[in-house]
């Protein structure tokens, strides 16, 4: 947020404020902070507002926005500036005066209303006149967060420069809407959430094509870049969880069990299942890079208010894979992934920029030698194949630094899926060797990766980036038959038949409705090719065809839907 938009936002949470007061003159005021798109106040209100309301306090704010005043700053001694916050009758200030350890305390007046701040604040009030924005929505919020303290209410509002970027910002947003996951997954038939699991996800036939053509490809492109599939327990004793850091990291979101006296955990991560298979031999450097890939179950216990879809659930699967290898091999193998990572973003479409995150400040295991290798590794495999990234200090997970990969969808919303961790710790930690050139016991290197990362997550954003028009390889159902009466079943069944028997994904609506009807119902279902059967059709032993976002392509032969349909699985 650059320093004159965040100005211009909190000095539209002052005009709010006063435009609540002018409304109502017995309001509290809590706090009124900007945030990423704009800013929000918090009031204790004689009533509960109700969306007619904004439009009032906005007409109060422009009002507030003409006249010329100015935002003037001055000082009182912390004993007057509560005395006067008490005359005022505004507790929620008081409280925050109290606790401030400066003896001055800082206000900004504006016209007749006067509100406790720092700033800063745009000079004029004029200033405002030309910028874009709107009062968005009405929530609750406890004051300071805490469910102990009274709920009060908080007013949304939108801000940003200019009026161009708050529109762009606004049809961004209902672009957004319409490209729901949650909405689309319902409207194809994916998946479904239910009461009796919250956060997680049942997925439904057409949901599990999906699934199955994604892992298909992943499993394909996987062996051939050498990788090696394993499966693990979703349970592992607490003991294991311990050694490996993730009990001090992730306890507090990890499921719990107990097994003939023993306590185990449900994993929130695959790694140290993999650490055990790896002990399960001897190992020689002949062997490495050992590439060992696993799409697994995992779980988080995440609070019901942050569940959101498949974005974010407390059951997602990740694919992981583990490479072991020797400190030689760590640039190699860190192109290799991310050139892995190119090809298939690049078959989805997906743009993506990366981040190179360096250790936490605090939390993190290994010795400052091994952070220091780890994070020199990483940046220079980049500088030496010459990619651009940024770099994201202290954001480094806690056994090592990372690569993460950003992905940009179609309409210009950043995700972080992809990522590369380098790990000297878990090998030191479960003490993981391999027979070197030498003959001697040495230490592997571990690099952590996945590609799509939560495997819900990026079904989830793969729904929005296609708003559910998946690439014809991709999509639950490539074709559907739609014979115009039902006196061209017969014709319209040999079709589905043959196109079945060729290996597309082929429906066959046999209902009788009206052909408008069933073409209206294949759109929203979003399949790719709709195969309209009557009888010039039958004629011309021919099928008339449409193509989702493309319209009518006239007629064609079965060969010719046939050879289009598994030609696009190819691209």
Request: hydrophobic content about 35%.
């Amino acid at each position: 947020m650059s320093k004159n938009i965040e100005t211009i936002r909190h000095s539209l949470s002052h005009i709010l404020a006063a435009a609540v007061l002018e409304m109502f003159s017995e309001a509290k005021l809590g706090i009124g902070p900007a945030i990423d798109t704009g800013f929000y106040y918090d009031f204790d209100l004689p009533r509960t507002l109700i969306p007619e309301d904004l439009p009032i306090l906005e007409d109060k704010m422009k009002k507030i926005i003409k006249s010329d005043g100015k935002f003037e700053q001055y000082n009182e001694p912390k004993n007057e500036a509560i005395k006067f916050l008490e005359t005022a009758k505004q507790p929620y200030k008081v409280e925050l005066v109290e606790e401030l350890e400066s003896e001055k305390v800082s206000f900004y007046k504006t016209g007749d209303f006067v509100d406790l701040c720092k700033g800063p604040h745009v000079e004029s009030i004029s200033d405002l006149r030309t910028v874009g924005w709107k009062l968005d929505k009405i929530a609750g919020a406890y004051w300071k967060g805490s469910e102990k303290n009274k709920m009060l209410q908080r007013i949304y509002a939108l801000a940003f420069e200019t009026k161009d970027e708050l529109k762009k910002f606004l049809d961004n947003r209902e672009e957004a809407e319409k490209r729901d996951h949650r909405k689309i997954g319902a409207d194809l038939d994916l998946f479904s959430f239910h009461e009796e699991g919250p956060g997680f996800p049942f997925w439904h036939p057409k949901g599990m094509v999906l699934w199955n053509n994604l892992l298909d490809w992943w499993r394909k492109e996987h062996i051939e870049a050498g990788y090696k599939e394993i499966k693990t327990p979703i349970i592992l004793s607490r003991d294991l969880w311990e050694e490996s850091g993730h009990w001090d990291h992730y306890k507090n979101n990890m499921y719990f069990s107990k097994i003939d006296d023993r306590d185990f955990a449900i994993k929130p991560m695959n790694c140290p299942g993999g650490m055990l298979l790896y002990k399960e031999k001897i190992h020689s450097y002949r062997e490495f890079p050992l590439k060992i890939a696993e799409i697994g179950l995992v779980h988080r216990h995440e609070l019901a208010g942050v569940l959101h879809g498949l974005m974010r659930v407390r059951a997602f699967h990740q694919d992981d894979a583990h490479i072991f290898c020797t400190e030689d091999q760590i640039e190699n193998e860190v192109n290799g992934i991310i050139n892995l990572i190119d090809k298939m973003y690049s078959r989805l479409n997906l743009k993506y920029h990366l981040e190179l995150s360096t250790r936490p400040e605090n939390g993190s295991i290994g010795s400052d030698k091994d952070w220091e290798r780890a994070e020199k590794a990483l940046k220079s495999a980049l500088e030496k194949r010459k990619t651009k990234y940024k770099l994201n200090p202290g954001d480094g997970a806690f056994y090592g630094p990372k690569i993460d990969f950003h992905i940009e969808d179609a309409i210009g919303r950043t995700w972080q899926t992809g990522t590369i961790q380098l790990d000297f710790a878990m090998p030191e930690r479960f003490n993981l060797e391999y027979i070197g050139e030498n003959g001697k016991q040495e230490r592997p290197v571990m690099l952590h990766r996945v590609i799509f990362g939560s495997i819900e997550r990026f079904i989830g954003i793969l729904t929005e980036h296609f708003a559910g028009a998946f690439p014809i390889w991709l999509a639950p159902i490539q074709a559907i038959v739609l014979p115009i009466s039902d006196k061209h079943i017969e014709y319209a069944k040999k079709i589905f038949e043959e196109l079945q028997t060729a290996g597309i994904r082929i429906e066959f609506d046999q209902r009788n409705e009206t052909i408008g009807r069933k073409i209206r119902e294949s759109e929203i279902q979003k399949i790719p090719y709709m195969l309209i059967v009557g009888d010039k059709e039958i004629e011309s032993n021919k099928i008339a065809t449409r193509k989702y976002g493309e319209g009518d392509l006239g007629q064609k032969t079965i060969v010719e839907i046939t050879k289009e349909i598994l030609e696009s699985n190819n691209e």
